[in-house]
Antibody
Framework: EVQLLESGGGLVQPGGSLRLSCAASGFTFSSYAMTWVRQAPGKGLEWVSA????????YYADSVKGRFTISRDNSKNTLYLQLSGLRVEDTAVYYC??????????WGQGTLVTVSS | QSALTQPASVSGSPGQSIAISCTGT?????????VSWYQQHPGKAPKLMIY???NRPSGVSNRFSGSKSGNTASLTISGLQAEDEADYYCSSYTSSSTYVFGTGTKVTVL
């Protein structure tokens, strides 16, 4: 059974940094591209970033480009998202998801990031 | 990248069929057959319902079907059931090698 467990969320001040982690199990992590999606409270889904299975090839939404960095450690079956220069509008639940044929077929339960002074 | 346009809400009675539209541009929906649909119940993670416009993942009911015409994709739910009440989001690959989600549609079963 595929399992994705996000961690690292919390309360951070504007301009601050945070690193999110997503521990994967139940599938061959190194064979799949992975994605981060976020959802602000009461709002819709927003695609954030994706990373190819090999770790090369990173993609970002314009809203986070230059501030967020996606990475992975295939030896640890873990996906990361480094958040910096955080803004109030970055407040959201952040989901990691396993890619499947240009979609995401497995999702974690999310980790909440709150940016507030 | 602007969000794809979906109706805010759609409703139907049990047993009826409903359709949710998802309108984009030639740079996303119209340019690729990479439209997917997700169901999200309150407080839960999204669930993949349709990928590549019209394909259902294993385990998804055949009451869910997808299609596309030009820059607009659609999700149809037939034989509407109470458990189908949820938020639905479309998503499309884009010419920037990124993805974009729709604005979301709340489905209410009357």
């Amino acid at each position: 059974e595929v399992q994705l467990l996000e961690s690292g969320g919390g309360l951070v001040q504007p301009g601050g940094s945070l690193r999110l982690s997503c521990a994967a199990s139940g599938f061959t992590f190194s064979s799949y591209a992975m994605t981060w999606v976020r959802q602000a409270p009461g709002k819709g889904l927003e695609w954030v970033s994706a990373l190819r299975s090999s770790g090369d090839g990173t993609y970002y939404a314009d809203s986070v480009k230059g501030r967020f960095t996606i990475s992975r450690d295939n030896s640890k079956n873990t996906l990361y998202l480094q958040l910096s220069g955080l803004r109030v509008e970055d407040t959201a639940v952040y989901y990691c998801a396993k890619d499947y044929v240009r979609s995401s077929d497995s999702w974690g339960q999310g980790t909440l990031v709150t940016v507030s002074s | 990248q602007s969000a794809l346009t979906q109706p805010a809400s759609v409703s139907g009675s049990p047993g009826q069929s409903i359709a949710i539209s998802c309108t984009g541009t030639s740079s996303d929906v119209g340019g690729y057959n990479y439209v997917s649909w997700y169901q999200q119940h309150p407080g839960k993670a999204p669930k993949l319902m349709i990928y590549d416009v019209s394909n259902r993942p294993s385990g998804v009911s055949n009451r869910f079907s997808g299609s596309k015409s030009g820059n607009t994709a659609s999700l149809t739910i037939s034989g509407l059931q109470a458990e189908d009440e949820a938020d639905y989001y479309c998503s499309s690959y884009t010419s920037s090698s990124t993805y974009v989600f729709g604005t979301g549609t709340k489905v209410t079963v009357l």
